[in-house]
Nanobody, 114 residues
Framework: QVQLVESGGGLVQPGGSLRLSCAASGSIFRIPAMGWYRQGPGKQRELVATITTGGSTNYADSVKGRFTISRDGAKNTVYLQMNSLKPDDTAVYYC????????WGKGTLVTVSS
């Protein structure tokens, strides 16, 4: 079983940056893919970015060039660096581990507003 805890959300002005962290309870080397999803107000949950154990990444078109996903195996942590934030990025951001089943964290709220 995997437990995921997100942190790093908050209020930021448009154009600002935040870095989200997702700490896993165990080694993430065994998890084939981890990722970030988000759910904005009145919207369905959507993929933001994923990363595999081999380091391959995938991004939603809406965040390409602005967000970067990375993983630190030594710290069992996955990060999401978010730059040039827009009001449309406002959402609860969830960490996901795709392994024997999908594991989810409880989410961290990101609000982009002036």
């Amino acid at each position: 079983q995997v437990q995921l805890v997100e942190s790093g959300g908050g209020l930021v002005q448009p154009g600002g940056s935040l870095r989200l962290s997702c700490a896993a309870s165990g080694s993430i080397f065994r998890i084939p893919a981890m990722g970030w999803y988000r759910q904005g107000p009145g919207k369905q949950r959507e993929l933001v970015a994923t990363i595999t154990t081999g380091g391959s990444t995938n991004y939603a078109d809406s965040v390409k060039g602005r967000f970067t996903i990375s993983r630190d195996g030594a710290k069992n942590t996955v990060y999401l660096q978010m730059n040039s934030l827009k009001p449309d990025d406002t959402a609860v951001y969830y960490c996901n581990a795709a392994w024997t089943m999908d594991y989810w964290g409880k989410g961290t709220l990101v609000t982009v507003s002036s």
